[in-house]
């Protein structure tokens, strides 16, 4: 039997800065219209426009994004273990996606979907509960952390 060896990637969306119509610029640090397939995409653009066809061609099979959450902007990736050097360097140039200036932080980095799913679980509760103190008062934080938790859980290889 083959196995195939896989790293599971954590990785954060954070808004990049944006300029207001007066002119100042400030931090945006919640994008709210990034969907996974929109993510995808932009990780194949940004594959490409690094490493060309050979790198597409070498990543793009394994290429898979498992989890993305709009609430707080994580998401899970997976991607073959001979290859996963070249996403995260395409990660790096990543600056906007689908119009939008961001930048992509990795927090975690596996061998196994168990480890990524409990760090994904244990950063998503510990970014509700910051955005609660910053004063977002009309934020669930237990039915939030609770679904993300079934739904990081549903995750399989």
């Not at 060896?5 to 800065?17: D, Q, S, Y």
């Not at 919640?30 to 490493?51: P, Q, R």
């Not at 991607?79 to 906007?96: A, N, P």
């Not at 990795?106 to 955005?131: S, W």
Request: with cysteine; aromatic share 8%; proline share 1%.
């Amino acid at each position: 039997m083959v196995r195939f060896k896989n790293r599971w990637v954590l990785i954060e969306i954070l808004g990049g800065p944006v300029t207001s119509k007066s002119g100042e610029e400030y931090e945006n640090h919640h994008i709210n219209s990034i969907t996974a397939g929109m993510l995808h995409n932009t990780l194949k653009d940004a594959i490409a426009a690094n490493y060309g066809e050979y790198g597409l061609g070498c990543v793009q099979s394994s290429l898979n994004v498992k989890y993305f959450s709009n609430h707080t902007n994580i998401g899970i990736l997976r991607v073959s273990r001979d290859y996963h050097q070249m996403l995260l360097v395409s990660l790096f140039f990543i600056k906007e996606i689908n119009g939008s200036p961001c930048y992509i932080t990795v927090r975690h980095i596996g061998g196994t979907i168990l480890k990524a799913q409990r760090a994904a679980i244990q950063y998503d509760l510990e970014t509700l509960l910051r955005r609660q103190q910053q004063g977002n008062s009309s934020l669930d934080v237990d039915r939030l952390s609770r679904n993300a938790k079934e739904e990081i859980m549903k995750i399989e290889s």
